[in-house]
């Protein structure tokens, strides 16, 4: 009994030891060791006469679907899935773990985020951080150079999740990649195609793409002054402008990362630039820009791409933007993320981004990393945000279904009003006896009577109500 109330106390001790680094906002490392601790306490004392006590909670970061939900998440995937098909792409899977060597040395600043397993049975293992990685580890171990294939499937990192804007511990990716030797831009031209065919389909709003190299960012770093040895940390701070603004950027850039005040501010002169191919070309009469190579190189690829883009018909939803970095290590050409835009408050304004659904780029050096004699397959790629796309799709559904055994007409369209649904569909046994369907708007509160067969299609005219699980 007295053993029983010391390990007690020594719960209770380091209980508070954990309440108290928590309130002290320590590192989640040194807290996740003394939970860790705090459990371990706990799992010695063992049940305690049946009144053991359970939280019932996913764990942080993660979430459950309910039946409701994943049919939203089907329908999304479905539409995602027919264009990859459509592209012509193959489906491959990969573990969900992956040597911790594998997956080290790849994401720059991110790394820290991967998950890293204990040691089971004399191999280091990781959760899969994305699922770039896995694929080019896939191709040079089965000495592939050629392949269009598509992935969909769950990765781990070890971030601060905000579960609201669809951001995730636990979350699926949708990825589509073309590895091989093409005519230069090409393929770049057939993905951005492709986050353009599937983000119009799923309806979820306006969107921009914005593109960018990372030869002209590496070029643009070295003309600007950025020691070599800071490129790449200096790339993730520019890569934050689409959260926070220049000054905040610039304040990361001088005070935590050494840089020099004049350094940063030419570096602003160019990032804050953004527009088509004619920036592209009056960055080519650039007289430093123009005169480094790797710079020279970028905006050439470029110039072709908006080309392609033309011929597309998509160049009017791409953005060429000097601040976007996409901070992971891998990639060494081209880069793009489409953000969706929320509508100016005032005639004349622009549109604001109101958050990343998709983004990609060229990654040509990667499967060299694995092949045993270095051989390099050219690869390019698209990654679509699925979760947030998720929770946009979740919110416009909400309260679509009045549960209740019957309702009153009236209560019913009241019902509407308050949810915002914009038409309702009245059957009674008249509308049956004429093969009709009584079509009421909820706002004007007018009623016409429509034939079956032609429903769907004035529903589609009067509505641009997107996906419906209907």
Known sequence: MAERAALEELVRLQGERVRGLKQQKASAEQIEEEVAKLLKLKAQLGPDEGKQKFVLKTPKGTRDYSPRQMAVREKVFDVIISCFKRHGAEVIDTPVFELKETLTGKYGEDSKLIYDLKDQGGELLSLRYDLTVPFARYLAMNKLTNIKRYHIAKVYRRDNPAMTRGRYREFYQCDFDIAGQFDPMIPDAECLKIMCEILSSLQIGDFLVKVNDRRILDGMFAICGVPDSKFRTICSSVDKLDKVSWE?????MVGEKGLAPEVADRIGDYVQQHGGVSLVE???????LSQNKQALEGLGDLKLLFEYLILLGIADKISFDLSLARGLDYYTG?????????????AGEEPLGVGSVAAGGRYDGLVGMFDPKGRKVPCVGLSIGVERIFSIVEQRLEAELLYKKNPKLLNQLQYCEEAGIPLVAIIGEQELKDGVIKLRSVASREEVDIRREDLVEEIKRRTSEPLCTC
């Open 248 to 252: 905040e950027v610039k304040n990361e």
């Open 282 to 288: 009056q960055l080519l009469q650039d007289p430093e």
């Open 334 to 346: 081209v880069i793009y993320e489409a953000v969706l835009l929320q509508s100016p408050a005032q």
